[in-house]
């Protein structure tokens, strides 16, 4: 049987989690080509951290190698930026002229660094952080300055901040919030979060945000001035202020999007030939950026590049376990605590560890956890199964090992359907 052509544009983790998948399922549907704008084999950019910290070199985080993509007869262009994708004679072109013909076109062009439009953006030493590019760049930096400014206080921001810290770089991250990692932690694990870092050396400017960049005599970026009038001397700055999705290029071909390129259940456009996946896509109102649900994606979309046609997202229940500096943060779910819900906290700041729950009429639908996250697991089953707690409500604060071993029976054999599934 003559194979049909599909074509991937984007070689990240999401594009290439979608490929692992179909492969698995219907390997030999598709004669494969696929476009990659950087010039490397898949790479894992959650490790991007330890390489800039020296924990890991850019080996170490490939995730495929150009066999894995050769084994597999997978066409390979990398380093070639797509330009155009032509709906009418289904075909898409790069920049250097290469083209290639799809029967169907997967999307997966991920997002970029948000660059603040302020004075002073574009001088030398001001950066992104999104990509091995931008980590090779900071530890040249390094090397040769001793200053950094980091603009966000989210977790590239602070992953950011502590790599140059231990390569030996004084400091400090801008944060127009009053706390840091605002979407990932309550505003009390934030202050213990702050007050560890700045333990190990970081400075923090929260509650501000940057008015420009002013330029040292050499051209290069020299220092940060504030809404307030500070200045923060500098000589790299790192612009970790949010990502963009990569939509431009599908609203050329005239695909619809919004805050990414609009998808239906089955991650299909507009075009029942054209799939997309990842950080460039927006489903039901919602553009993801954590890696869980982009896999998640990646399973339903391989289903119907397949053919087989059964699989349906539903949107994702996000959590986010991370280790910023060796300190264990979870949250999950409705963290924050709104109408309606219940907190309880334990709160130790001799051990340096914070919990707390959040309940909605004896449902667990929220979690935050700060330099203890051995139970994450389990709150985070009970988050997304929605199981009644108020038998063990009095005892929840202290974990899973707090109940009895009849209680972990009768619990593990139960298994509730996911909240928001088919």
Known sequence: MKRLKLVMIGNGMAGVRTLEELLKIAPELYQITLFGAEPHPNYNRIQLSPV???????????????????????RLLLGRQVVEIDRV?????????????????????GSSPVILPIPGNTLDGVIGYRDIADTRAMLLSATQHRRAVVIGGG????????????????????HRGASLLERQLDSRAGQLLQNDLERRGLHFALGKQTRELLGSNTGRVGAVRLDDD??????????????????????????????????????????????????????RGVAYGLVAPLFEQARVCANHLAMLGYSRYPGSVTSTRLKVTGIELFSAGDFAGGQGTQSITLDDP????YRKLVLKDDVLVGACLYGDTLDAPWYWRLIRQGDEVGAIRDRLMFGERALTDAEREQRSAVTLPLRGAA
Request: include cysteine; aromatic fraction near 4%; proline fraction near 2%.
């Open 155 to 174: 977790l590239l921001g602070l992953e950011a901040a502590n790599g140059l810290n231990l390569r030996g770089m004084q400091v400090t991250v801008v």
């Open 89 to 109: 004679r289904r075909r898409v072109i790069a920049e250097d002229g290469s083209s290639a013909e799809y029967d169907r076109l997967l999307i997966a062009t």
């Open 52 to 74: 800039l910290a020296g924990e890991q070199d850019f080996e170490d985080i490939v995730l495929n190698d150009l066999n894995w993509y050769a084994e597999r007869g997978i």
């Open 350 to 353: 001799i051990g340096g560890t």
């Open 230 to 283: 500070e200045r923060l001397d500098t000589d790299l700055v790192v612009m970790a202020a949010g990502i963009s999705p990569n939509i431009a290029l599908a609203q050329r071909a005239g695909l619809p999007c919004s805050r990414g390129i609009l998808v239906d259940d089955t991650l299909q456009t507009f075009d029942p030939r054209i799939y997309a996946v990842g950080e460039c896509v927006c489903h």
